[in-house]
């Protein structure tokens, strides 16, 4: 593990391919291991933290007396867990006894479906998020006034003449509207973002060491 993958590759040329390659398999067969169990220790620890989250942040609403908010976070990350626990099993279903470049490929397969039904999930999350914080907003403390309707009063008073769908003034619920289509729309990009910041080092190993393997496939009978 010490040498370096060209040190061992430049020997092999001197000597011969039949006795190098084997090498190089065993060290990437050590690197792939590593990389999926660390990717997977990862994800079901995060899994383990969302459903964790979500009770932490219903019972801290309740403590504050902001409970509309808590509610509606509670209920937009149990269904990211439970998502996110079923996309977990697949990762015990991969085959570890192929070689090194047939399991990370079933590995990257795996991840990007991971990503992909995230991604979807995520056009229904964010804005859920949004409504959540707004709805905390909006009715405020249990037994105490509803903020959102001050507001609304403080609204029509100022503009007696303002336009009004269902009560609510238009404008400003068209720009509410506007606002989630946004964060709808965007919420693949959103994921993405918030996915490199916690497995993008692993990610791009995960590329490396399957370019690595290709090309090495490419010039040996692997």
């Known amino acids: 593990m010490e040498r370096s ?10 000597t011969s391919e039949e006795l190098v390659v084997p090498k190089i398999i065993n060290l990437y067969d050590k690197k792939s291991s590593h990389l999926v169990d660390k990717f997977a220790r990862m994800f079901r620890i ?13 019972l801290l609403s309740w403590l504050v007396r902001i409970p509309y908010m808590g509610i509606g976070f509670f209920i ?8 996110n626990y079923k996309l977990m099993k697949g ?9 090194s470049y047939s399991y990370l490929k079933s590995f990257d397969t795996w991840l990007k479906e991971m990503i992909s039904i995230n991604q979807k999930f ?3 999350f964010y804005p859920f998020v949004l409504l959540a914080v707004l709805a905390g907003y909006w009715f405020g403390p249990i037994g105490g006034d509803m903020p959102g309707e001050a507001f609304l009063a403080g609204l029509k ?10 009560g609510y ?11 989630l289509a ?3 729309i965007f919420a693949g990009r959103i994921y993405m973002f918030d996915l490199n910041l916690v497995y993008g080092r692993q990610i791009q190993r995960l590329k490396d060491i399957l370019a690595d393997l290709e090309e090495l496939r490419k010039n040996s009978s692997f």
């Open 122 to 124: 995520a056009r229904v």
């Open 76 to 83: 937009a990350l149990i269904p990211l867990a439970y998502v």
């Open 182 to 184: 946004l964060v709808s």
């Open 5 to 14: 993958i060209e040190s061992i590759w430049k020997e092999g040329f001197l």
């Open 46 to 58: 995060n899994v383990k933290g969302i459903v964790i989250g979500a009770f932490v942040v219903l």
């Open 91 to 99: 990762l015990d279903q991969i085959d570890k006894t192929v070689n």
């Open 169 to 179: 003034p238009l404008y400003l619920t068209l720009a509410v509207l506007l606002i």
């Open 157 to 166: 008073h100022q503009f007696p003449d303002m336009l009004l769908i269902f």
